[in-house]
């Protein structure tokens, strides 16, 4: 039996079963565990479509996640197959560095892993420039190098198989969103699609953040906001042949997203690239919210089988390109 055959028999996912492996990460100083899961019978090849997922646990193990929920892939990737809608598709999940699903400490160093470190630099704030640089700007924050110097290659020798733009997305939740965007930009030669639920573009105001543990709030901060902008901006002319997903509810958090979303439609939007924008009323920052729609934003990832233009009102139902919920703006 040759390599390829050894690891299609080893360790290629098959329907609802997930095929789980630590790296340790030199760049992190810390050790991930990967979650892989397919949504097809088929054994993993180059033609399958690959998506690296950030916030791992999230789509697995509601016992650890910050809000006591999960996406629920393995229903969502049946769903998917049940109707035809991804024919060879498979969810790379990175667990994040929140191990306990809680805590001030693990949720910096997340926070820190998946803030764009290049985005620093469009901070006009001296004072939160020089929090970001002293918190934020360390190397074992570089998730973005862990991706692309560490975790693709991995998978690569894992699965045998060659992983560029052609057959490699990333999504991501809130801040999962975030990097994931900034990871597809950077390196556009390595990643054709970027899928961001619910994408955290406010940042965390500083005071507020040390006062978490005693307020349980996090208020966001215009002038990071105003410097992720900035940075995503630079990118336009990378968007050549990309596909954008991002939406966003107008609970919570989420209230807060519509304006900067809204420009970094104009500014990513292109005759040649594949751009989604939705607003989702009445939901919010949170897995329940996610859950309903990841189906439907993989599925138009792949196939653009969706309307990615107006508001839905969201009911509780997964939205979907014969959906009546979805009107024009």
């Known amino acids: ?7 299609e028999a080893t360790h290629a996912p098959k329907l609802s079963a997930v095929a789980s492996f630590q790296i340790r990460s030199e760049i992190l100083d810390d050790e991930r565990t990967i979650h892989v899961m397919s949504s097809s019978d088929v054994f993993l090849n180059d033609e399958t479509q690959f998506f690296i997922a ?3 646990r999230l789509f697995f193990d ?6 006591g929920q999960s996406l629920e892939l393995s229903a969502i990737l049946k769903e998917l197959s049940t109707l035809r809608k991804t024919a060879n598709l498979a969810v790379v999940a990175v667990n994040s560095a929140n191990q306990s699903g809680q805590g001030f400490l693990d949720n910096t160093k997340r926070y820190a892993e998946y803030f764009p470190k290049n985005a620093i630099d469009f901070i006009d704030n001296p004072f939160e420039r020089l929090g970001y640089r002293l918190i934020v700007d360390r190397k074992k924050n570089n998730y973005s190098r862990f991706v692309v110097e560490e975790l693709i290659p991995t998978l690569e020798s894992e699965f045998q198989i060659d992983l560029n733009q052609s057959n490699l997305g990333i999504v ?13 930009l950077e390196h556009p030669d390595i990643f054709g699609s970027s899928i961001g639920l619910s994408t955290h573009w406010t940042g965390i105001n500083f005071a507020d953040y040390l006062l978490l543990p005693i307020r349980g709030y996090i208020g966001p901060s215009d002038s990071t906001a105003q410097a992720l902008i900035a940075y995503f901006e630079q990118f336009k002319s990378q968007m ?12 919570g958090l989420d209230a807060h997203y519509e304006p900067y979303a809204m420009r970094l439609k104009k500014i990513l939007e292109t005759d040649d690239s594949r751009l989604c924008v939705l607003k989702f009323e009445n939901e919010g920052h ?15 990832a792949q196939h653009g089988d969706i309307r990615c233009s107006g508001i839905f009102l969201g009911n509780g139902e997964s939205f ?3 959906s009546s919920n979805v009107s024009g703006r």
Do not use: C, H, N
């Open 1 to 7: 039996t040759d390599k390829r055959s050894q690891a």
């Open 54 to 56: 950030q916030d791992g």
């Open 62 to 67: 509601e016992t650890t996640t910050f809000q």
């Open 172 to 184: 991501g939740m809130s801040m999962g969103g975030l990097i994931g965007l900034s990871l597809m």
């Open 240 to 251: 050549s042949r990309k596909t954008v997903y991002v939406d966003y509810g107008d609970l």
């Open 286 to 300: 949170e897995p329940q919210y996610w859950r309903k729609r990841l189906a439907s934003a993989l599925s138009w």
């Open 320 to 322: 979907s390109s014969t």
